[in-house]
């Protein structure tokens, strides 16, 4: 079954779990804290979230919006001087290039399908770690 992100949020308050994703360059952290007891309904969640995402085009306007205006708003230089670096570093080289270089790029031409074929080229057992803490 596939969640949209308020029947995740409904189902996940419901179980008393918190959802939480963070990415960077390289990486895409997907991490859920719930109680010991539903952690059945919890890797359930997860699971579909990763696995079976709807990528509605409202959530994805909302997302662009998000990077944009987290874009526009960089004025911390602890964040800018690693992507300085970076570009430096890495000129000519996909880890050079930050998203205030291709966002107007990608606001006009990223679309549903892109997403949908990077998720079923990159999301593969042998990209993923599974870890858990207080469980047994």
């Keep these: 079954s ?4 308020t ?3 409904q189902e996940c308050e419901y179980i008393g779990a918190n959802i ?3 990415s960077d360059k390289e990486n895409i952290c ?8 539903c952690l059945p309904q919890a890797i359930d969640i997860l699971a579909d979230t990763i696995l079976n995402p709807v990528f509605t085009q409202e959530e994805i306007d909302e997302q662009l919006l998000a990077i944009e205006t987290e ?21 000519g080289h996909p880890l050079g290039t930050s998203l205030r270089d291709i966002y107007p790029t990608l606001r006009q031409n990223i679309t ?9 080229k990159h999301y593969v057992g042998s990209r993923m770690v599974i870890s858990g803490a207080s469980v047994d």
């Design 112 to 120: 549903r399908q892109d997403l949908i074929e990077y998720r079923e």
């Design 20 to 22: 939480l994703t963070a």
């Design 71 to 91: 874009q526009e708003n960089i004025i911390n230089y602890d964040f800018i001087i690693p992507h300085i670096l970076h570009k430096i570093a890495y000129q």
């Design 30 to 37: 997907y991490s859920m804290v719930t109680l010991r007891d």
């Design 2 to 5: 596939n969640r949209n992100s």
């Design 7 to 9: 029947k995740l949020l």
